[in-house]
């Protein structure tokens, strides 16, 4: 059993690093491109809200809390505990996604998205390339980063059934603990996208 | 003696002759769909692994019949377009369908966990997930091909693919998957090779085999994702317009190839060191000696995956990257050939004063050898920075990736399975066919591509549908040496298959191997072994006889 | 071999290539002699013990080590020469490349434009400036052994010497599409009088040609034919074909006649009167067509019938 337990847990460093370097590259293309548009970029970023933003890293960090906390009820066997942390953790997720959907939808009000449908600058200015670049890399990457939340959400969902269900205590919860590496990563991810994104300069 | 496998309580019921083997353990489609032994798995990846195979050879003959004249008019069987699609479709099926998946998924599924002495991968299920994602996204690859094929060239340079017709964006979606079927494979094994190895198995006890998929698993892990992500950008800038790659937009071309190859030039050492894997097997069986240097090979294993990390940028010297780039890459490039020459080296001296049996997989080997080293020295034209401005792009280039590509890897894996086809499938093929076959493919492949070398340094660019006529001898020589080796491969594949049809008449160890999997009955029983294996013996270890039979008492 | 050498450059990289080449058949012979040796003196005897030898650090010493130093060898040949290469001279002649779908569109020091075939004086550093209109291309001469990719957006350089006089060979080196392969040209390198003179009146053969013929080349030198069809398809721009002599209609209302004078005021100044139906878009001329070929294509219009 423990050398089981050992083994998933590799694998799931193993994933969380393909998951580092999957946002890496974006990380590498941004910071790039914003060496190519400094100017750009400066301007397009103050489209975004800082307050929200700040907002929805306040409510990630308390998930990531509330996360370890589901954990470290499970590995004593606490159910009722790990149940309600683990309900809080899904509510924050669920509420850094409402808020990040209004984010996108006045974004794609002002006319904000990227490419073909990027119509707040008109096609002659030319800062409109650089904004447009801005947006694809805002778009790709909170884009990703949400799908991960989202994804998060199902996974603990599904944790919570079958903690209900007691299937998990002192020796055996593997899987609680793996979704919490997991949702750590993701909330590290945000932790980095957010100054990159709303805090330039 | 006997020293190799002690099972004190199964011991018993070993020697009442043959038990139900993996293959028909159990019974019907399902059983194999739904089957989470690796075994299996590894079967059914072989047989996805040939038939693509096939599928792309045919894909190059097309390409090689076009070739034989040179100037084409309009009303040419083939016309420009059609030839563009067949090449790039024989490059993706090449690299995505078969060589990614042909060792480490379909041979290495097969024999690594026997080689651990274990019962199994560490996550059975991931690996039919793997393996379903793997036919996802071969199921994504064809759908693409039918709707009217992609012409982009396997490397799907911007901005041509983000703005040519054809369903590039699913193609590059079926790379994608493949991508993530692969991610899944090397995590398993990684962890596998930590976890589950046999009690009193040290990593130094380990096959080179194990050493060898366990670097590339480390790339996989580590490279693929990058590509991921990059393929789903291009499919992004295509559906969408962002101008991420698109200079038009405001993107950048050459960033598409700095993701492009910072996994693909990785994804080359995915490929050779299985190939590599397969060979330091083979050559110390067949030479009954222990392998020279094995802390060396396995070492160099290692290095080849993580310096070869950081050489992506020789694929860009003509493509206006920054010089200084080009210099560290330049001088990076010539460091990751020294641990291939160094395992070039060890193979040699493991054959010298040894006892060779040139059976059939020894064969491979051997040419593995020849071809291989020509392969890997003329990359050295390739890494060095002025001869490369002229070669690049040229079919110099084609000819060094067939050597190492097909020469190495594909060759090598012609190797394993004729190495380990007794053990996969319980029989014994037939020498003399098998024999001619690998005669063919050597000299097949020699014409086919040292005249490629010729025309190539003589300044013949590759994705070329017309040329000088300069070239046509050469082509010619081309065609014919593609004809010889598909005469090679398929006398090769129809030997194996007819096998099949014979009673089941393979020993456990028919070549006097070391390894555990030797140790085993041939096929391996559901679970591998009867019991826990303990590692008594170090892998090629001769000093004391092998029996042909299962060594337990 | 290799091709033709057309500059010293070209001499050097030779010379690397060939002790390149040298060195592999040296370790090629090597690593097969030995394979093929072992193969048949240690031949499978039924009954021999093999040595047990793990390994022998001097010998491994020696085979990490000695190629090491010789690859460190190469590289900083290989680099020599890419660097001596990479920047071109200060005084070099200066012409503008243009890489289009599937063609090559030259500007000359003088600002004339020329399609696919140009020349070039000989023994004089001469630099190519170079963009792409759509996806990438690479201009690749290989008697001179320079190739640099040619990308949208951005501008690349090479630079070559042609030491002797002749016609070289120009390819695009880098996949581009259904006409990859037909993308070429040539560069011919003659006594700098000689260059003077064509760019003056064009290649010799010139002289012998009709005027219709030069028309032709012209129209596609000059990239007239991205526009304008001569068999009476709609593009861009109007077709040629029975242009002369009909009745044109503008888009402020007036019309012409279309004449000779009215053709070369549309070549010219194509602005000043803008064909109803089509976008001002043509590029103005002006200046920039040799007069023998500005006559030919008149003629050439006039004979499209
Ligand atoms: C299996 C795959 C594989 C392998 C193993 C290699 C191995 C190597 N490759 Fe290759 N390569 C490809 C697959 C591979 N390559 C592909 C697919 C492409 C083209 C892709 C495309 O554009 O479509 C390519 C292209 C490519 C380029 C770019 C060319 C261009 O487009 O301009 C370069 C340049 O540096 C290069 C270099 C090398 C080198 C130095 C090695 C070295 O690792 C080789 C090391 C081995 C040896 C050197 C031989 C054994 C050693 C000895 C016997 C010791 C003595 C040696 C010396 C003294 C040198 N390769
Ligand atoms: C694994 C990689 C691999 C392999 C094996 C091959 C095999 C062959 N390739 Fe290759 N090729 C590539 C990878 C590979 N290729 C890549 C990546 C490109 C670049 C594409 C691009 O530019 O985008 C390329 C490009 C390429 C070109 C250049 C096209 C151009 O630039 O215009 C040519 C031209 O001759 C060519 C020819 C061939 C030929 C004749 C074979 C033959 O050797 C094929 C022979 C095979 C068969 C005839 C099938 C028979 C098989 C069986 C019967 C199964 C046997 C199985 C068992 C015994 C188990 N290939
Ligand atoms: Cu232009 Cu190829
Ligand atoms: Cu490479």
Known sequence: MQQQFDASKLGMWLFLATEILLFGVLFVGFGLSQGRWPEEFKQAHHHLDRVLGAFNTVVLLFSSFTMVMAVNSASRSKRKATINYLIVTILCAIAFLVVKYFEYSHKIHEGLLPGQYFTYLASTDPMAKGNSVFFGFYFMMTGLHGFHIFAGVVVLCLLLKETIKGKYNAAYYTPVDLVGLYWHIVDLIWIYLFPLLYLIG | ?553 | MLPEQGSQHARHVDTLFMALFWLNVFFFVLVAGLAIYCVYAFKRREGVKTPHITHNLALELIWSVIPTMLVIGVFFWGAAGFLDYSVAPGNSLEIAVTAKKWNWTFTMPDGSVYGKNIQIPVNTNVKFVMTSMDVLHDFYVPAMRVKHDVLPNRYTEVWFNAEKEGTYHLACAEYCGKSHSDMFGSIKAVQPAEYEKWLVDGPPEWATMKPEELGKIAYEAYGCNTCHSVDGTKNTGPTWKGLYGKTEKFSDGTTTVVDEAYIKESINIPGKKVVSGYENQMPAFEGQIKPKLFEGLIAYIKSLK
């Open chain 2, 1 to 553: 003696m006997a020293d190799i496998l002690t099972s004190p309580h199964a011991g018993a019921d070993v020697h009442h002759g043959k038990e139900i083997d993996y293959i028909e353990a159990k019974k019907g489609i399902w059983s194999w769909m739904s089957t989470v032994d690796h075994k299996r798995l590894g079967l059914m990846y072989f047989w996805a692994v040939v038939a693509n195979f096939i599928v792309g050879g045919i894909f190059a003959l097309l390409v090689r019949i076009t070739l034989l004249t040179g100037n084409h008019g309009d009303n040419y069987f083939i016309n420009a377009e059609t030839y563009n699609r067949f090449f790039t479709l024989h490059g993706i099926v090449m690299v995505f369908l078969v060589i990614i998946p042909s060792v480490p998924a379909a041979l290495g599924n097969f024999v690594l966990p026997l080689m651990l002495g274990a019962k199994d991968v560490a996550f059975p299920r991931m690996n039919l997930a793997s393996f379903w994602i793997y036919i996802v996204g071969w199921t994504m690859a064809i759908t693409a091909i039918c709707l009217g094929m992609v012409d982009t060239g396997w490397t799907f340079y911007t901005p041509y693919s983000s703005t040519t017709n054809g369903p590039v964006s699913l193609m590059a979606l079926a790379a994608f998957t493949l991508g993530f079927s692969s991610i899944f494979t090397g995590i398993n094994f990684i962890a596998t090779v930590h976890k589950l190895r046999a009690p009193g198995m040290g990593w130094f006890d380990m096959p080179l085999f194990v050493w060898s998929i366990y670097s590339t698993s480390l790339i996989q892990v580590l490279a693929t994702p990058v590509v991921g992500i990059t393929l789903v950008l291009l499919t992004i800038e295509r559906a969408w317009g962002i101008g991420v790659f698109d200079a038009s937009k405001g993107g950048d071309p050459v960033l598409f190839q700095h993701f492009f190859w910072f996994y693909s030039h990785p994804a080359v050492y995915i490929m050779i060191l299985p190939g590599m894997a397969i060979i330091s097997e083979i050559i110390p069986t067949f030479s009954a000696k222990t392998m020279f240097g094995y802390k060396a090979v396995a070492y160099s294993s290692v290095a080849i995956a993580l310096i070869g990390f950081l050489v992506w940028g020789h694929h860009m010297f003509p493509s206006g990257q920054s010089q200084l780039a080009s210099l560290v890459f330049s001088f990076l490039t010539f460091l990751v050939a020294i641990p291939s020459g160094i395992k070039v080296f060890n193979w040699l001296a493991t054959m010298w004063r040894g006892n060779i049996a040139m059976d059939t997989p020894m064969v491979w080997a051997v040419s593995f050898l020849l071809l291989f080293t020509i392969g890997g020295l003329t990359g050295i034209f390739l890494g060095s920075l002025s001869t490369d401005i002229h070669l690049h792009d040229t079919y110099f280039v084609v000819a060094h990736f067939h050597y190492v590509m097909m020469g190495g890897t594909i060759t090598a894996f012609l190797g394993g399975v004729h190495y380990w086809w007794p053990k996969m499938f319980g029989r014994m093929y037939n020498e003399g066919p098998a024999k001619i076959a690998a005669y063919l493919y050597f000299i097949g492949f020699n014409v086919l591509f040292l005249s490629q070398f010729v025309m190539g340094s003589n300044g013949m660019p590759r994705r070329y549908y017309n040329y000088l006529p300069e070239f046509q001898p050469w082509h010619i020589a081309s065609t014919v040496g593609s004809w010889i080796i598909a005469a090679g491969l398929f006398l090769a594949l129809g030997n194996l298959l007819a096998s099949l049809r014979k009673p089941k008449d393979a020993p456990d160890n028919p070549w006097k191997g070391t390894t555990l999997e030797w140790q085993t009955q041939s096929p391996p029983i559901e679970h591998n072994f009867h019991d826990q294996p303990v590692l008594h013996r170090a892998p090629y270890d001769y000093r004391t006889p092998v029996s042909v039979d299962r060594e337990i008492h």
